[in-house]
């Protein structure tokens, strides 16, 4: 059973506007929370994180929600650029490893 | 710091072969992760080190899989008796225990395709 769902594997979005991208998991312990960004032939690269005692964590166009009574976090991007199209997975932090979900490709279209 | 490495980038076996991919965390790091993904699929976890301890083992890890950190520094992931089904991205991570050790920074991967 999958503990960590994307459940869009892909979003596309004109340039300037918001792009949300959403994540849904099964557990209740989980308490820590990561977007990565994924370019091709690259490995993944760390985004923006959040602690299960916070509800939103910002950090300049990037700002990540999470609501534990609905198991859900999503990643907003503010305004969207061309240079954001890439895949996002959304993973937790259990003491070492992390789970990751399938991925969203992102397409910020000009 | 040049970040992760990870050697080979690509390669390309036949099967029952052996292969033995390394990889270089950033060098302070002290835990040191190996995860492999497939087309359209998140990285999936196998094992991880803290310095020269192998602490946990995915079930993905099957017996034909082994990694080693013999010095607490580079890391070796050795697959015996290659199948078909091997074939993935291999990825190495590295973070640093202490504040923001949950952010994991990846390698570039190895691409291994069993044919």
């Known amino acids: 059973d999958q503990q960590v769902k994307q459940n869009s594997p892909s979003l596309s979005v004109q340039e300037g506007r918001i792009s949300i991208l959403n994540c849904d998991y099964t557990?209740?312990?989980?308490?820590?929370f990561l977007w990565y960004k994924k370019y091709p032939a690259e490995g993944p690269t760390f985004l923006i994180s959040i602690s299960s005692i916070k509800d939103k964590n910002e950090d300049g166009r990037f700002t990540v929600f999470l609501n534990k009574s609905a198991k859900h976090l999503s990643l907003h991007i503010v305004p969207s650029q061309p240079g954001d199209s890439a895949v996002y997975f959304c993973?937790?932090?259990?003491?070492?490893?992390?789970?990751f979900g399938d991925g969203t490709t992102l397409t910020v279209k000009p | 710091d040049t970040g992760v490495s990870q050697n080979p980038r690509h390669k390309i076996t036949k099967r029952g072969q052996n292969v033995t991919f390394r990889c270089d965390p950033i060098?302070?790091?002290?835990?040191l992760y190996w995860y492999r993904q497939t087309l359209g699929q998140g990285p999936e976890f196998l094992t991880y080190?803290?310095?020269?301890?192998?602490?946990?083992k995915s079930r993905l890890l099957s017996d034909r899989f082994s990694a080693e950190r013999p010095k607490g520094s580079f890391s070796t992931l050795e697959i015996q008796r290659t199948e078909q089904g091997d074939s993935a991205m291999y990825l190495c991570a590295s973070s640093l225990v202490g504040a923001g050790w949950r952010e994991q920074f990846f390698g570039p991967g190895t691409r291994l395709t069993v044919l």
């Open positions: 557990n209740s312990m989980f308490d820590y």
């Open positions: 080190f803290q310095n020269e301890a192998q602490l946990e």
């Open positions: 993973a937790t932090s259990d003491a070492g490893k992390s789970t």
């Open positions: 060098s302070e790091h002290n835990r």
